[in-house]
């Protein structure tokens, strides 16, 4: 990395940085109990980035030492080269102050990508088997996904990071066909976290109360009422919420989509910069945040792909959209002092852009239980889980559906319904939103496959959320809308 800096600054770079990543990525996939796929992919190499003639360069190598940093950073010199000629006027971007050493390491107990095959298959193939010989259920799919992702920065500001993040996303779904042929399946609410192999040993999750469960729950759903259309009252678990909220906030809050920078890839977004601190998103209640922070996070590090120091930062405010998500360049066109720290690249190979970091509805110290909020709906319906979604190039009208749905009767559970679809505007949606719960109704869930920019890449991102309450809300029944 030193000697990718000192053939850049040589060569007239107004500052430069390097990144010397190795990603190893595990992938697992059983097929009722027995394994079908075993993926174990490492990716390692060195990106250099440059700032020189007012114009940004970069090149990835995978050859290392010296020779392989000088030569990746005279091809980022020329990659300025061209980007200047290609655009008149300079690329801005803001400063961002030297750092020193940063240490980071997410909290992890064990990096799951260590820990033996064997081990592994053994105990997936033990949960899939409880499933499997549990009444009802036909077929058991099960896929582990995790990621070991090592990280050195240097830039010519004075930033030396090194940093280690690890995630893991477990998954089991079951399916279950009736003699006369209809089917249904369900998938574990499980959330891909910022943890280690101990997630699947039982810390983070109750895996036990989840498997123990779900074919129980599964037969009920298969047995259930498809749901009528119209109005309902929703309350909606954070299992379900993230997603929503990944899709109508998330995304609609970066500002390279609001600018219309980023358009060919899931579309711009409604929330433009000129409705800052005017917009009203949703109802007063609602607060939203951009992190990259908070533990177990999966978009959570230290310091960013451009150098800059993660923070926390408001979103949404009472209801109203008061901030982006930023990186330098996006940052500077804002007329904004700082990047947030919302920098990334999937790989060394890979040019840092403006990614998403975790964006969080934020729940009400003293608020109101599960319970408590089911209690007060007469009509209404409790979802739980992610399922499929879709959504409009500027991220506006959508639709959702779930895993799991429960009809609620004068405040209480009234068992299962199938095919339940909701469908809104985003700020009709979030208007519409009454009451948000407690802490101990907060969950961070997430996903690891959000995607962004031509050449496209991959970024895991967590969204926490309290369980909420939306009054009102459009129903559809799937099933009447597939034509099922």
Same mark, same amino acid.
């Given at each position: 990395?030193?000697?990718?800096?000192?053939?850049?600054?040589? &060569?007239?770079?107004?500052?430069?940085?390097?990144?010397?990543?190795?990603?190893?990525?595990?992938?697992i996939?059983?097929?009722?109990?027995?394994?079908?796929?075993?993926?174990?992919?490492?990716?390692?190499?060195?990106?250099?980035? *440059?700032?020189?003639?007012?114009?940004?360069?970069?090149?990835?190598?995978?050859?290392?030492?010296?020779?392989? !940093?000088?030569?990746?950073?005279?091809?980022?010199?020329?990659?300025?080269?061209?980007?200047?000629?290609?655009?008149?006027?300079?690329?801005?971007?803001?400063?961002?102050?030297?750092h020193?050493?940063?240490?980071?390491?997410?909290? =992890?107990?064990?990096?799951?990508?260590?820990?033996?095959? +064997?081990?592994k298959?053994?105990?997936?193939?033990?949960?899939?088997?409880?499933?499997?010989?549990?009444?009802?259920?036909?077929?058991?799919s099960?896929?582990?996904?995790?990621?070991?992702?090592?990280?050195?920065?240097?830039?010519?500001?004075?930033?030396?990071?090194?940093?280690?993040?690890?995630?893991?996303?477990?998954?089991?779904?079951?399916?279950?066909?009736?003699?006369?042929?209809?089917?249904?399946?369900?998938?574990?609410?499980?959330?891909?976290?910022?943890?280690g192999? +101990?997630?699947?040993?039982?810390? &983070? /999750?109750?895996?036990?109360? +989840?498997? @123990?469960?779900?074919?129980?729950?599964?037969?009920?759903?298969?047995?259930?009422?498809?749901?009528?259309? &119209?109005?309902? $009252?929703? *309350?909606? $678990?954070?299992?379900?919420?993230?997603?929503?909220?990944?899709?109508?906030?998330?995304?609609?809050?970066?500002?390279?989509?609001?600018?219309?920078?980023?358009?060919?890839?899931? !579309?711009?977004?409604?929330?433009?910069?000129?409705?800052?601190?005017?917009?009203r998103?949703?109802?007063?209640?609602?607060?939203?945040?951009? $992190?990259?922070?908070?533990e177990?996070?999966?978009?959570t590090?230290?310091?960013?792909? @451009?150098?800059?120091?993660?923070?926390?930062f408001?979103?949404?405010?009472?209801?109203?959209?008061?901030?982006?998500?930023?990186?330098?360049?996006?940052?500077?066109?804002?007329?904004?002092?700082?990047?947030?720290? #919302?920098?990334?690249?999937?790989?060394?190979?890979?040019?840092?852009?403006?990614?998403?970091?975790?964006?969080?509805?934020?729940?009400?110290?003293?608020?109101?239980?599960?319970?408590?909020?089911i209690?007060?709906?007469?009509?209404?319906?409790?979802?739980?889980?992610?399922?499929? /979604?879709?959504?409009?190039?500027?991220?506006?009208?959508?639709?959702?559906?779930?895993?799991? =749905?429960?009809?609620?009767?004068?405040?209480?559970?009234? &068992?299962?319904?199938?095919?339940?679809?909701?469908?809104?505007?985003?700020?009709?949606?979030?208007?519409a939103?009454?009451?948000?719960?407690?802490?101990?109704?907060?969950?961070? #869930?997430?996903?690891?496959? #959000?995607?962004?920019?031509?050449?496209?890449?991959?970024?895991?991102?967590?969204?926490?959320?309290?369980?909420?309450?939306?009054?009102?809300?459009?129903?559809?029944?799937?099933?009447? @809308?597939?034509?099922?």
């Amino acid at each position: 990395m030193h000697a990718a800096l000192e053939t850049a600054s040589e &060569g007239g770079a107004a500052e430069a940085s390097a990144r010397h990543e190795v990603v190893r990525t595990q992938v697992i996939t059983l097929r009722d109990g027995e394994l079908e796929t075993n993926l174990d992919r490492t990716v390692s190499g060195l990106g250099v980035r *440059v700032i020189a003639g007012g114009a940004p360069g970069f090149a990835g190598t995978v050859e290392p030492g010296t020779q392989g !940093g000088h030569d990746a950073a005279l091809a980022a010199l020329a990659g300025a080269q061209l980007a200047g000629l290609a655009r008149s006027g300079r690329f801005e971007f803001v400063g961002e102050p030297g750092h020193g050493e940063v240490t980071y390491r997410s909290s =992890f107990e064990i990096d799951p990508t260590e820990v033996a095959l +064997e081990e592994k298959v053994a105990l997936l193939q033990a949960m899939s088997r409880r499933l499997l010989d549990s009444p009802g259920v036909t077929h058991v799919s099960t896929r582990l996904m995790a990621v070991s992702e090592r990280k050195a920065y240097l830039d010519t500001s004075g930033t030396l990071a090194h940093q280690h993040r690890v995630r893991i996303h477990p998954s089991f779904e079951i399916v279950s066909v009736a003699d006369d042929g209809d089917f249904e399946s369900m998938r574990t609410c499980a959330p891909p976290v910022g943890r280690g192999w +101990e997630y699947l040993l039982g810390t &983070g /999750w109750d895996w036990d109360h +989840e498997l @123990e469960t779900m074919p129980a729950l599964l037969a009920q759903k298969l047995a259930s009422p498809s749901v009528d259309p &119209g109005r309902y $009252d929703l *309350v909606i $678990d954070p299992t379900n919420l993230w997603l929503t909220i990944h899709e109508s906030i998330g995304h609609a809050t970066e500002l390279d989509r609001a600018l219309g920078y980023e358009a060919a890839y899931a !579309g711009t977004s409604f929330a433009t910069p000129d409705r800052l601190n005017t917009l009203r998103y949703g109802s007063p209640i609602m607060q939203v945040t951009g $992190d990259r922070t908070v533990e177990h996070g999966l978009a959570t590090t230290a310091i960013d792909d @451009e150098g800059v120091a993660t923070q926390q930062f408001d979103l949404v405010r009472d209801g109203v959209l008061v901030g982006y998500q930023l990186d330098r360049s996006v940052a500077a066109i804002a007329g904004q002092a700082r990047s947030n720290g #919302c920098a990334y690249a999937d790989s060394p190979l890979s040019i840092p852009i403006q990614r998403m970091a975790n964006v969080s509805l934020q729940p009400v110290q003293g608020g109101p239980s599960t319970e408590e909020l089911i209690s007060g709906v007469d009509r209404g319906i409790f979802i739980e889980g992610d399922k499929s /979604w879709s959504i409009d190039m500027q991220r506006y009208n959508f639709q959702f559906t779930g895993q799991r =749905f429960f009809e609620i009767r004068n405040g209480k559970l009234a &068992g299962q319904l199938r095919d339940v679809a909701y469908q809104a505007t985003t700020t009709d949606f979030w208007g519409a939103m009454e009451a948000v719960g407690g802490p101990d109704t907060y969950l961070l #869930c997430g996903a690891f496959n #959000c995607g962004k920019a031509q050449p496209g890449q991959i970024a895991a991102v967590s969204h926490g959320a309290p369980t909420s309450l939306f009054r009102g809300v459009n129903v559809l029944n799937a099933r009447g @809308e597939s034509g099922r």
